[in-house]
């Protein structure tokens, strides 16, 4: 490997599977999803070490082309990575490219998939009251002549929102990039895809005051069914104002 002669993807997993400290290697991002890969896209591969291995390895930690993006990590740090955080849904669809622990490597990778029943419990009673909160500023600033707060607003309970609605469902949020491929393929239970697609498009476009009041009514009986009532009666006669006039 040179200046001149980039590492390639294909090279690099030659190299990894030869390596016996190597236990995994897993690809995430646009080349993890069907349909989603363009001119543009890189490879992005975590390798996965054998714990307290030693590897020639470890010197392309960090390495990235517009290729090749690699993040070289041992296997106890692949189990901690995104539990929680921003890189969860990555590996939650991610690829398996080499798996040499009998399945381990994708059950690590099904774990992050799916949240923990109390894990999910209580993200989804925070995401709802974020989310009440952004739509009933948006509304009141709607209501008060306060048209681009209002749009604001607006915007910010779309990201709350679709929080709340993955975390009901005990899923890590998908990117922005892949929300429409993640509901195309794994529909959230009880919503049509292209009418919350359109909801959701509208609201962050204009700050549709009926759209917003129409989601948060489908909203409430969701999590009031999912146990989550006290945290919207703390709103108290707030919630008037987010229902349907």
């Given at each position: 490997?040179?200046?001149?002669?980039?590492?390639?993807?294909?090279?690099?997993?030659?190299?990894?599977?030869a390596?016996p400290?190597v236990?995994?290697?897993?690809?995430?991002?646009?080349?993890a999803?069907?349909?989603?890969?363009?001119?543009?896209?890189?490879?992005?591969?975590?390798?996965?070490?054998?714990?307290?291995?030693?590897?020639?390895?470890?010197?392309?930690?960090?390495?990235?082309?517009?290729?090749?993006?690699?993040?070289?990590v041992?296997?106890?740090?692949?189990?901690?990575?995104?539990?929680?955080?921003?890189?969860r849904?990555?590996?939650?669809?991610?690829?398996?490219?080499?798996?040499?622990?009998?399945?381990?490597?994708?059950?690590?990778?099904?774990d992050?998939?799916?949240?923990?029943?109390?894990?999910?419990?209580?993200d989804?009673?925070g995401?709802?009251?974020?989310?009440a909160?952004?739509?009933?500023?948006?509304?009141?600033n709607?209501?008060?002549?306060?048209?681009?707060?209002?749009?604001?607003?607006?915007?910010?309970?779309?990201?709350?929102?679709l929080?709340?609605?993955?975390?009901?469902?005990?899923?890590?949020?998908?990117?922005?990039?892949?929300?429409?491929?993640?509901?195309?393929?794994?529909?959230?239970?009880g919503?049509?895809?292209?009418?919350l697609?359109?909801?959701?498009?509208?609201?962050?476009?204009?700050?549709?005051?009926?759209?917003?009041?129409?989601?948060?009514?489908?909203?409430?009986?969701?999590?009031?069914?999912?146990?989550?009532?006290?945290?919207?009666d703390?709103?108290?006669d707030?919630?008037?104002?987010m229902?349907?006039?």
């Open positions: 490997m040179t200046a001149q002669q980039p590492l390639t993807y294909d090279a690099l997993v030659e190299l990894a599977t390596d400290a236990v995994g290697l897993v690809l995430k991002g646009s080349r999803h069907d349909g989603m890969t363009t001119q543009h896209s890189d490879h992005d591969l975590y390798v996965v070490l054998a714990d307290d291995a030693t590897t020639d390895l470890t010197r392309l930690a960090g390495y990235r082309t517009a290729e090749l993006d690699l993040v070289i041992s296997l106890t740090e692949f189990r901690a990575a995104g539990m929680p955080g921003f890189e849904y990555a590996l939650a669809r991610a690829r398996i490219v080499l798996d040499r622990l009998d399945g381990d490597i994708a059950r690590i990778i099904a992050k998939a799916r949240l923990g029943a109390d894990e999910a419990f209580q989804a009673g995401w709802l009251d974020a989310y909160n952004s739509l009933y500023r948006s509304v009141k709607h209501r008060d002549g306060q048209a681009l707060a209002a749009r604001l607003d607006a915007a910010d309970s779309i990201r709350f929102l929080e709340l609605l993955f975390a009901l469902d005990r899923r890590p949020r998908p990117y922005n990039k892949y929300l429409e491929w993640e509901l195309a393929r794994h529909p959230l239970p919503w049509d895809t292209d009418g697609l359109r909801a959701v498009d509208r609201v962050s476009a204009t700050g549709d005051v009926s759209v917003q009041r129409y989601l948060f009514t489908r909203v409430e009986a969701a999590a009031r069914e999912a146990g989550h009532g006290e945290v919207l703390a709103w108290g707030d919630l008037a104002l229902r349907p006039q």
